[in-house]
């Protein structure tokens, strides 16, 4: 559950041209949850009780949810980072500050200590020159590997970085990073179906 949470602010990539409005009222819904829980707890405490705040208001919609969105609630245990994802991005739109402060408590959960290795983290992992920095909903970063190829990587959450991304992403272009990234898939109203973002957990300069 704790993945969900740092994801949770992904920006919704459909905006008004693809609105299903229970999707929105599920947001409010967290959202209104999410203002009375108590800046006083921990940030696993808060991350777990903000889980709760998304279950709780997706139950009443759970028969829209399971014929949209394929999400099944009596497996929700396996479900449970997509129905997060889903209600994240919905969120970013209605409470951002709220899921910022979430982003606050995790970067000082973890503290000042050693970044990890890029050869120790599991999952997809890209690496290259960035030559290509776009922003419209969001920020694209088009990357070029070793033998020549060009990948698009898509910053919609609160990334892990040894850089403070928000001030210095501009300052990306033409440095070799290092990716890890997440297979995630949203819908296009541009082709009016389904396609794969690759979606940013961590991006460091080399």
């Not at 829980?37 to 919609?61: I, R, W």
Request: aromatic share 10%.
């Amino acid at each position: 559950m704790k993945q969900i949470l740092i994801l949770a602010c992904f920006l919704c990539l459909t905006l008004k041209g693809f609105t299903q409005d229970y999707l929105d009222k599920i947001a409010q819904s967290s959202c209104e949850c999410l203002d009375k829980v108590a800046d006083t707890l921990s940030s696993e405490a808060y991350n777990m009780k903000l889980g709760l705040c998304m279950l709780e208001a997706s139950v009443p919609y759970k028969k829209q949810l399971k014929k949209d969105h394929n999400i099944d609630f009596s497996k929700i245990d396996e479900q449970g980072e997509e129905l997060g994802s889903l209600i994240g991005m919905r969120m970013a739109t209605v409470c951002p500050e709220g899921l910022l402060k979430i982003a606050a408590m995790y970067k000082e959960s973890k503290g000042d200590g050693e970044a990890e290795n890029f050869e120790d983290i599991t999952g997809n992992k890209a690496s290259g020159v960035v030559i290509k920095v776009e922003t419209d909903f969001f920020v694209t970063f088009s990357v070029k590997d070793n033998e020549g190829k060009i990948n698009k990587y898509y910053w919609l959450g609160f990334p892990d970085s040894n850089q403070e991304l928000q001030y210095s992403y501009k300052d990306l272009l033409a440095k070799n990073v290092n990716i890890v990234y997440t297979p995630q898939d949203f819908y296009d109203p541009k082709i009016e179906a389904y396609r794969q973002f690759n979606v940013i957990t961590r991006i460091d300069t080399q």
